[in-house]
């Protein structure tokens, strides 16, 4: 019924830069909470950033102020601008959205494919 497509990772230097994007289509009445979830080899998933319906926000420590999580409730689409990259920044990102469908009272938790993000020299 609903998918989360991510897109915008890729290999990119210390330092570097990276945006991004995750789109949910399908059968949507309104998105509710969404946000960005990472893996590293080895590792548990962990948060990264969320953001609410009227634009609160989340970030994990280690990312504060390096990482920017905003939205475009018209598209459906979340954005994380990753800037400052570290190596211990490499994982694959997980889009998440909480979202209601038409003639719900209840919201459902989507995730996408995840999209890797590697930082190395």
């Known amino acids: 019924q609903v998918q989360l497509v991510e897109s915008g990772g890729g290999l990119v230097q210390p330092g570097g830069s990276l945006r991004l994007s995750c789109a949910a289509s399908g059968i949507i009445f309104k998105i509710n909470s969404m946000g960005w979830y990472r893996q590293a080899p080895g590792k548990v998933r962990e948060l990264v950033a969320t953001?609410?319906?009227?634009?609160?926000?989340n970030y994990a420590a280690s990312v504060k102020g390096r990482f920017t999580i905003s939205r475009d409730n018209a598209k459906n689409t979340v954005y994380l601008q990753m800037i400052s990259l570290k190596p211990e920044d490499t994982a694959v990102y997980y889009c998440?959205?909480?979202?209601?469908?038409?003639?719900?009272?209840?919201?459902?938790?989507?995730w996408g494919k995840g999209t890797l993000v590697t930082v190395s020299s």
């Open positions: 953001i609410t319906r009227d634009d609160s926000t």
């Open positions: 998440n959205a909480d979202i209601v469908h038409p003639g719900s009272l209840f919201a459902m938790d989507y």
